[in-house]
């Protein structure tokens, strides 16, 4: 049996940031922002708060990484600075993000 908490990431009602994108994502209309939060050595960092900011550096929304440091916001097309905060230390990372999935990753370090 699926219950909706078993498709939310544990302790929190976002969506379980590392299942795949519903079949009715169109990615030629939807802009897609993922990508993973590492640690300094290049381990995954699970756990981490990762904000999602406008280009005035507004706060517009926040999730939490997958088991294996995965994220992803839906947001429209322009430029997001990507804020991750976590027991390792915190760090930033910019994309200019277009129609479609955009990758990045986010390293935080002490």
Known sequence: MTTPAATAAAGCAAPDQAAPLPLSVDLEKETVITGIVQAEGGDPVAG??????????????????SPAGQFRFFAAPGTWTLRALSRFGNGDAQVT???GVNQLAVIVSN
């Open 48 to 65: 981490a708060y990762v904000r999602l900011l406008d280009r005035s550096g507004e706060f517009t929304a926040e999730v939490v990484t």
């Open 97 to 99: 993000a277009d129609r």
